[in-house]
């Protein structure tokens, strides 16, 4: 099992930026392909962006597309997430997760149920 610790998360005012890390214990991390979830208030946890073993493919959901930029540096075995022109909507805790399935599937990586490792999660809030 891996261990994942999000941080980078904060309070910030629309139009700005944030970058999110995500530290991965054990020697397995660049093994794994990797995902960005987030959780607001009354909604369900949906995928952010996903990215996969080697950084050669990513997907982003359409609500972070041009804004957001996942990426990763498995010799520091760490996942990152780039977030600028933050809005009030991006207001959710924020969680890593890795992806233990072969081959590249957009539809397996949206899925949080196909995930088996996650973080604890990181706070980020966007005021208007």
């Known amino acids: 099992q891996v261990q994942l610790v999000e941080s980078g998360g904060g309070l910030v005012q629309a139009g700005g930026s944030l970058r999110l890390s995500c530290a991965a214990s054990?020697?397995?991390?660049?093994?794994?392909?990797m995902g960005w979830f987030r959780h607001a208030p009354s909604k369900e946890r949906k995928i952010v962006a996903a990215?996969?073993?080697?950084?050669?493919?990513?997907y982003y959901a359409d609500s972070v597309k041009g804004r957001f930029t996942i990426s990763r540096d498995n010799s520091k075995n760490t996942l990152y997430l780039q977030m600028n022109s933050l809005k009030p909507e991006d207001t959710a805790v924020y969680y890593c997760?890795?992806?233990?399935?072969?081959?590249?599937?957009?539809?397996?990586?949206?899925?949080?149920?196909?995930?088996?490792?996650w973080g604890q999660g990181t706070q980020v809030t966007v005021s208007s």
């Open positions: 054990g020697r397995a991390f660049g093994s794994y392909d």
């Open positions: 990215i996969t073993w080697n950084g050669d493919s990513t």
């Open positions: 997760a890795r992806y233990p399935g072969n081959g590249y599937s957009e539809l397996a990586l949206r899925s949080l149920q196909n995930y088996d490792s």
